[in-house]
């Protein structure tokens, strides 16, 4: 009876309210898990032609995974915008440690840039960071995993409204592409997409029929996840075909719920894919050259999306993901992107510490400078709340 203990505090009539209010939500919430379940049913023989097993191997890659971790708040303490970051190799060749690498980095801006724009900044050189350490790590690798998918970041910039600033940010976005295309062609490089917003099932479906759907408003990974068994690879190709990408198929699923005119849901999925692309000026074809697929590892676990060149025949793919310990038990991802996360995350409150470091040496190096110009600059100068 604990755990209503909050509740039985209320007053009587707030008490009912709430109770008469939960059991709505729970009629309405089992009718759409109800309605999910019957969906899913569907899914696993609509998507079943489009699952393929996996090859055993016992052939093992040197894999090279590569992340980074950025501090989720910036310091202005001290007059300036600071934010902490690392980004890492993690390489491994089955269970064996090969080597890893850590660096530490400072982002610091002024603070006559907003903070809106500060945050891209930030998010932008971490990408950027990450890409330079792919590079390096091609050459003592068979296979390189980078967190993300390869030109996320661009639509990640889109975001940035301050036309002032325009140059600066086309400036790191391009290095940042270029690093991209030089880790694509290598052909040895996937991009793994943990938190895959992926919808593109209910958008092609959606397409084919000219129709909203259930899968619409359904994850790809939530409904791969249940139509996959272990050791499965489904390929976006075999079923979408290699005229778009799989990001297009994902926009009609957002855009189909608000235009009643089909035509202009693919007007605007079109507009939105290539935005990012003719904003900064960038080629579009660059993306059309990729592809996605799912893979389901263990049951128990969700399915994990990669994304990779098209010029990438799927029996190496096949060859890669199916060595063994490729994928963590525990998570269903790769087991060289789990270390490497582990090992670069920076805690929430570490941003302060690194400042109140900086602070105290600076004090150290200005002894002798008048105190209530060093009060007046460290205290009142930008007041921040401590978190």
């Given at each position: 009876?604990?755990?209503?203990v909050?509740?039985?505090?209320?007053?009587?009539?707030?008490?009912?309210?709430?109770?008469?209010?939960?059991?709505?939500?729970?009629?309405?919430?089992?009718?759409?898990?109800?309605?999910?379940?019957?969906?899913?049913?569907?899914a696993?023989?609509?998507?079943?032609?489009?699952?393929?097993?996996?090859?055993?191997?016992?052939?093992?890659?040197?894999v090279?995974?590569?992340?980074?971790?950025?501090?989720?708040?910036?310091?202005?303490?001290?007059?300036?915008?600071?934010?902490?970051?690392?980004?890492?190799?993690?390489?491994?060749?089955?269970?064996?440690?090969?080597?890893?690498?850590?660096?530490?980095?400072?982002?610091?801006?002024?603070?006559?840039?907003?903070?809106?724009?500060?945050?891209?900044?930030?998010?932008?050189?971490?990408?950027?960071?990450?890409?330079?350490?792919?590079l390096?790590?091609?050459?003592?690798?068979?296979?390189?995993l980078?967190?993300?998918?390869?030109?996320?970041?661009?639509?990640?910039?889109?975001?940035?409204?301050?036309?002032?600033?325009?140059e600066?940010?086309?400036?790191?976005?391009?290095?940042?592409?270029?690093?991209?295309?030089?880790?694509?062609?290598?052909?040895?490089?996937?991009?793994?997409?943990?938190?895959?917003?992926?919808?593109?099932?209910?958008?092609?479906?959606?397409?084919?029929?000219?129709?909203?759907?259930?899968?619409?408003?359904?994850?790809?990974?939530f409904?791969?996840?249940?139509?996959?068994?272990?050791?499965?690879?489904?390929y976006?190709?075999?079923?979408?075909?290699?005229?778009?990408?799989?990001?297009?198929?994902?926009?009609?699923?957002?855009?189909?719920?608000?235009?009643?005119?089909?035509?202009?849901?693919?007007?605007?999925a079109?507009?939105?894919?290539?935005?990012?692309?003719?904003?900064?000026?960038?080629?579009?074809?660059?993306?059309?050259?990729?592809?996605?697929?799912?893979?389901?590892?263990?049951?128990?676990?969700?399915?994990?999306?990669?994304?990779?060149?098209?010029?990438?025949?799927?029996?190496?793919?096949?060859?890669?993901?199916?060595?063994?310990?490729?994928?963590?038990?525990?998570?269903?991802?790769?087991?060289?992107?789990?270390?490497?996360?582990?090992?670069?995350?920076?805690?929430?409150?570490?941003?302060?510490?690194?400042?109140?470091?900086v602070?105290?040496?600076?004090?150290?190096?200005?002894?002798?400078?008048?105190p209530?110009?060093?009060?007046?600059?460290?205290?009142?100068?930008?007041?921040?709340k401590?978190?």
């Amino acid at each position: 009876m604990e755990e209503y203990v909050e509740w039985l505090m209320l007053p009587h009539d707030l008490q009912i309210g709430f109770f008469e209010e939960a059991e709505k939500e729970s009629i309405n919430l089992a009718s759409k898990i109800e309605e999910v379940s019957k969906a899913l049913k569907e899914a696993i023989q609509l998507l079943k032609p489009y699952v393929k097993a996996l090859p055993d191997s016992d052939e093992l890659y040197t894999v090279s995974a590569i992340d980074g971790s950025r501090s989720p708040q910036l310091s202005e303490r001290l007059g300036v915008r600071y934010g902490v970051f690392a980004v890492g190799i993690k390489t491994i060749k089955g269970l064996e440690n090969i080597n890893e690498s850590l660096k530490a980095g400072v982002f610091k801006r002024k603070q006559a840039l907003s903070p809106d724009l500060s945050r891209h900044f930030f998010e932008m050189i971490v990408n950027y960071n990450e890409r330079k350490l792919a590079l390096e790590a091609l050459d003592k690798s068979d296979l390189v995993l980078i967190d993300g998918s390869f030109y996320g970041f661009l639509f990640h910039a889109l975001r940035t409204r301050e036309p002032e600033h325009k140059e600066m940010l086309k400036n790191i976005v391009k290095e940042t592409f270029d690093l991209t295309e030089e880790l694509i062609k290598s052909k040895r490089t996937i991009a793994v997409i943990k938190r895959s917003p992926s919808r593109a099932i209910g958008g092609y479906y959606a397409l084919m029929n000219k129709s909203e759907n259930v899968f619409t408003s359904l994850l790809d990974k939530f409904i791969l996840s249940y139509a996959m068994p272990k050791r499965t690879i489904f390929y976006y190709d075999d079923l979408l075909g290699t005229q778009k990408h799989v990001i297009f198929y994902n926009t009609v699923s957002s855009l189909i719920r608000r235009y009643k005119l089909f035509e202009i849901v693919i007007e605007k999925a079109e507009k939105n894919v290539s935005a990012p692309f003719e904003t900064f000026e960038l080629p579009k074809k660059a993306l059309d050259d990729l592809t996605r697929a799912q893979i389901k590892a263990f049951d128990g676990t969700s399915v994990c999306e990669i994304e990779y060149p098209r010029s990438v025949d799927k029996e190496c793919i096949e060859r890669w993901v199916s060595q063994p310990f490729f994928f963590n038990e525990g998570t269903g991802l790769p087991l060289a992107l789990d270390l490497i996360d582990s090992l670069v995350s920076i805690p929430s409150r570490f941003t302060n510490e690194f400042v109140n470091e900086v602070e105290a040496r600076t004090l150290e190096k200005l002894g002798n400078n008048d105190p209530n110009i060093l009060k007046l600059y460290f205290t009142y100068l930008n007041p921040q709340k401590q978190i």
